[in-house]
């Protein structure tokens, strides 16, 4: 059964490619589509992750995951997100996002979470060029890159798996409910 975020990058995938017979280049809506439909792709494909990491997997929970789900904001996705982008955790979240196992001292950020980081950041500042600047021109070549890499980030993402990996997820997903912010005692 394929997720909402598959049948996205399906989508976008379709969007680039020529019918039979086609010549010459593709229509500007179409690569404009497809760059906005993988964006969509990978912010779906987090908030369903987010969705099961804060609220659980069984299909009974389903609305449930729907209902937060409507609690996310883009901004608030990617606030978070920049957090965690360097390699190091920005140190204004390093102790909530700390696993327990990790060494004392600057919290290196793992690199399936960098680089998901950046290729959302990447994907929604070109979904807003295409969605919002029709005086930015994007290629067939564009779109095809960030189907790309919004696959690759959420596949590398799916195959952090370790137990560090696995509990380190939960906090970056409690972090994007929060909008990237925490309120921070004095």
């Not at 997903?173 to 005692?185: D, T, Y």
Request: glycine share 4%.
């Amino acid at each position: 059964m394929s997720t909402y975020d598959d049948d996205l990058l399906d989508a976008a995938n379709r969007l680039t490619l020529r019918r039979s017979g086609q010549r010459g280049k593709l229509s500007a809506a179409r690569i404009r589509r497809s760059v906005s439909t993988s964006y969509y792709a990978l912010f779906h494909f987090i908030l369903e992750e987010c969705g099961i990491r804060l609220i659980g997997v069984h299909n009974d929970l389903r609305r449930r995951r729907r209902i937060l789900a409507r609690t996310f904001t883009h901004q608030g996705i990617k606030l978070a997100l920049d957090k965690v982008r360097g390699s190091n955790i920005d140190e204004s979240v390093a102790e909530f996002i700390r696993w327990p196992n990790a060494l004392p001292g600057p919290l290196p950020s793992p690199i399936f979470a960098r680089n998901f980081a950046k290729t959302f950041s990447d994907a929604q500042s070109q979904r807003h060029d295409a969605d919002y600047d029709l005086n930015k021109a994007l290629t067939a070549t564009d779109a095809r890159l960030i189907h790309t890499r919004v696959m690759d980030a959420i596949a590398e993402w799916r195959d952090a798996k370790s137990v560090d990996d696995r509990d380190f997820k939960h906090s970056p997903c409690m972090l994007m409910l929060l909008k990237g912010q925490l309120r921070r005692e004095g």
